[in-house]
């Protein structure tokens, strides 16, 4: 059985296998130039880092249960903590449980997509 799932790039809905990230067409999409400015500065790398920590996991899973592991969107198997407002928008909400919410990967890009466009934050091209 092969196991499939969705391309890394944000509004991609191609399937992919599930040790890849990206599909061929977004495979080289300066992905790694995106990360490696990413975790040049501090801010980056705390930000990279915060996505790792213990506390993040737990209120994740907290949402997970608040939520009862389905999409707040679409009711779907929830797959993602999602921050409401962006830490990119307000770092000092990424620990406020009435700030995370939880999603499908489906949902989550879509919505991702919109916050690029509403809060004007650049998306890892």
């Known amino acids: 059985m092969n196991i499939k799932k969705r391309c890394g790039k944000v509004g991609c809905n191609a399937l992919i296998d599930i040790t890849e990230t990206y599909c061929r067409k977004h495979t080289n999409h300066n992905h790694k130039q995106y990360e490696r400015i990413r975790t040049l500065t501090e801010e980056g790398r705390a930000y990279k880092r915060f996505y790792s920590t213990k506390e993040w996991k737990s209120l994740r899973y907290q ?11 679409c009711g779907r198997e929830a797959e993602v903590g999602d921050h409401i407002i962006p830490t990119k928008v307000r770092w000092d909400l990424r620990l406020d449980i009435d700030n995370v919410q939880s999603m499908c990967f ?16 650049c998306p890892p091209t």
């Open 63 to 73: 949402a997970f249960l608040r939520d009862g592991f389905c999409c707040v969107q």
């Open 106 to 121: 489906e949902c989550h890009n879509k919505k991702t997509a919109e916050d690029e466009q509403k809060y004007g934050i």
